[in-house]
C-alpha cells in the first residue's frame, strides 16, 4: 500500500490499531486506516510497532512520527513532523 500521499509534514491520521493480529499490515476501509500489529498492548510496544509500521509505509524516519493522540486507546491519531 503506497501512503507516501501522507508523508507531508504537519498531516494528520486518524487510525485505528488492533494488536496482537497474526502479520503486521495497514489496510484502508471505508476512509479509516487500519493498522495491524502482532505485538501485545503493553509498556507502549504495540505503540512503537504502530509507529515503526507507519515510517515504513511513509518512508520517513520513526522520529518524524508522533502520537498526539489515542496512546491508550485503539484510535489513535499520528502526526508528521516537519
Known amino acids: 500500500m503506497d501512503l507516501a ?4 509534514p ?3 491520521i ?3 490499531v488492533t494488536p496482537k493480529a497474526s502479520r ?3 489496510v484502508a476501509e471505508d476512509g479509516l486506516l487500519r493498522v495491524y500489529v502482532t505485538c501485545v498492548p503493553e509498556d507502549g510496544k504495540a505503540n512503537a510497532a ?5 515510517s515504513k509505509a511513509l518512508g520517513v ?9 489515542g496512546h491508550t486507546a485503539r484510535d ?3 502526526r508528521v513532523l516537519g
Do not use: F, N, Q, Y
Request: hydrophobic share 45%; aromatic share 0%.
Open 61 to 69: 524516519p520513526k522520529s518524524r512520527l508522533e502520537i498526539i493522540r
Open 14 to 16: 486518524a487510525l485505528r
Open 76 to 78: 489513535k491519531l499520528i
Open 10 to 12: 504537519g498531516t494528520e
Open 50 to 54: 504502530v509507529i515503526k509500521l507507519l
Open 24 to 26: 503486521d499490515r495497514i
Open 5 to 8: 500521499h501522507l508523508a507531508t
